[in-house]
C-alpha cells in the first residue's frame, strides 16, 4: 500500500528524514515510536504531502507522490490524517464537520453525506453528540468526531499523530478503544504514539526513530523483549 524507498528531507541545512525505507502492506498496522524530534511527525507528513521529500520516492496504492497535483490530490483522498491537535472546525457542529469535506471533495449529496457521517460517529460511539459544536465536547471526544470525519473520506490509509498526547488520561483509552476498533476492520494504519499497551495489542511491526533515521523495525514481542539497538533500549526504559 506504501512503499518508501531512500527518503531524505532536509528542513534548511537540517537533515531531519535520512534515507527512509519503509513498505507498508495493506491493512497492515505499524507503530512508529521514537525521541522527540526525530522526524516522526516529518515522515507521516510526507505520505500525504503535507511535507515535500527531497530526494527518494513515495508510492502509495500505486501512485507516485510527485510533482504532478493530480497525483497529491489522489493521493490526499486515499490518506486520512487524524493529528495531536484534533482541528475540528468551531464554528461548524459535529455532524457539518463530518459533512463538509464530503460535500466539498466529492460533492456528495447532502443526504448522503448526513448518513454517512452518522454511519461513523456511531462507529465512533458519539452518535448522540451530531448536533453540537466542538467547543462543546470533552477532548476524547472531540478526537473521536475527528476520527469519524476521516473515515467519511472512507480513505485506504488512516496516519494517526500522536492522537492521544494531547488528552487528559482518562480520556486517552476511550480513543484508543476507536483505533483498536478500527485496526479490526482491516484498516491500513500508521500510528505514531508511546501509548505502549497499544503498539504491543495493535501493531504488525514497530518502527523505532532516533535523529531521522528508521534505527529499528520489529514485531512488537521482539521490540520489547529485546529491542536490538541502545538506542530503542535507552527509549523504552524512559517510557515504560
Ligand atoms: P517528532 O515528530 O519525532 O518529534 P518532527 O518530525 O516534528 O519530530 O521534527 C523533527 C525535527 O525537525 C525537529 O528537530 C524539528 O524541530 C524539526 N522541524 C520540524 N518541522 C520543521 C519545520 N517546518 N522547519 C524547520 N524544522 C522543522
Ligand atoms: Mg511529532
Known amino acids: 500500500m506504501i512503499t518508501m524507498t531512500g527518503v531524505n528531507k532536509w528542513f534548511g541545512r537540517f537533515h531531519v528524514l535520512k534515507d527512509i525505507d519503509l513498505a507498508v502492506a495493506t491493512g497492515e498496522r ?16 510526507c505520505i500525504n504531502r503535507l511535507e515535500e521529500h527531497d530526494e527518494g520516492r513515495i508510492v502509495i496504492d500505486g501512485i507516485e507522490l510527485d510533482e504532478d497535483t493530480r497525483n497529491i490530490a489522489a493521493i ?10 484534533f482541528n475540528l ?15 466539498r471533495a466529492r460533492g456528495t449529496p447532502r443526504k448522503e453525506a ?3 457521517a452518522m454511519h461513523y460517529l456511531e462507529r465512533v460511539r458519539i452518535p448522540e453528540q451530531a448536533d453540537k459544536y466542538p467547543a462543546r465536547l470533552s ?17 485506504k490509509v488512516m496516519l494517526f499523530d500522536e492522537p492521544t498526547s494531547a488528552l487528559d488520561p482518562e480520556m486517552i483509552k476511550e ?23 497499544f503498539a504491543r495489542k495493535v501493531a504488525d511491526r514497530m518502527v523505532f526513530m532516533d535523529e531521522g533515521r528508521i534505527v529499528e523495525i520489529a514485531p512488537p514481542a521482539d521490540f520489547f523483549a529485546a529491542p536490538k539497538s541502545d538506542r530503542a533500549s535507552l527509549f523504552l ?4
Open 30 to 45: 505499524i507503530v512508529i515510536c521514537g525521541p522527540s524530534g526525530s522526524g516522526k511527525s516529518t515522515l507521516i507528513r
Open 76 to 85: 490526499r483522498r486515499e490518506v486520512g490524517m487524524v493529528f495531536q491537535q
Open 89 to 103: 472546525f468551531p464554528h461548524l457542529t459535529v455532524l457539518e464537520n463530518c459533512v463538509l469535506a464530503q460535500r
Open 114 to 116: 448526513e448518513a454517512r
Open 139 to 155: 477532548g476524547g471526544q472531540q478526537q473521536r468526531v475527528a476520527i469519524a470525519r476521516s473515515l467519511c473520506m472512507e480513505p
Open 175 to 197: 480513543v484508543l478503544d476507536v483505533m483498536i476498533d478500527l485496526a479490526g476492520t482491516g484498516m491500513t494504519m500508521i500510528v505514531v504514539t508511546h501509548e505502549m499497551g
Open 237 to 240: 526504559s524512559r517510557i515504560l
